[in-house]
């Protein structure tokens, strides 16, 4: 007698659902406006840096409550 297989595998999420990807993008954003931050040569890229520092830190606020 066999016994039947528990074939219930989770459907793939969409990688702009993953947690792992979209933390490492949010980290990537918090770490380009600290550069942007700190460079001497362009204005236009300090003018820039806060938006983006905050953009990375609400990205990671929000994707940090995603399943794993």
Do not use: C, W
């Not at 016994?3 to 999420?13: E, F, G, L, S």
């Not at 770490?31 to 953009?55: D, E, H, K, N, R």
């Amino acid at each position: 007698m066999k016994i039947p297989a528990d074939n219930h595998q989770r459907p793939k999420r969409l990688f702009l659902l993953r947690r792992g990807p979209m933390e490492n993008i949010a980290i990537t954003l918090i770490g380009l406006g600290f550069l942007m931050l700190f460079q001497p040569f362009a204005l236009i890229l300090y003018t820039y840096s806060l938006v983006t520092l905050l953009a990375g830190t609400v990205m990671f606020i929000i994707v940090s409550k995603f399943p794993e």
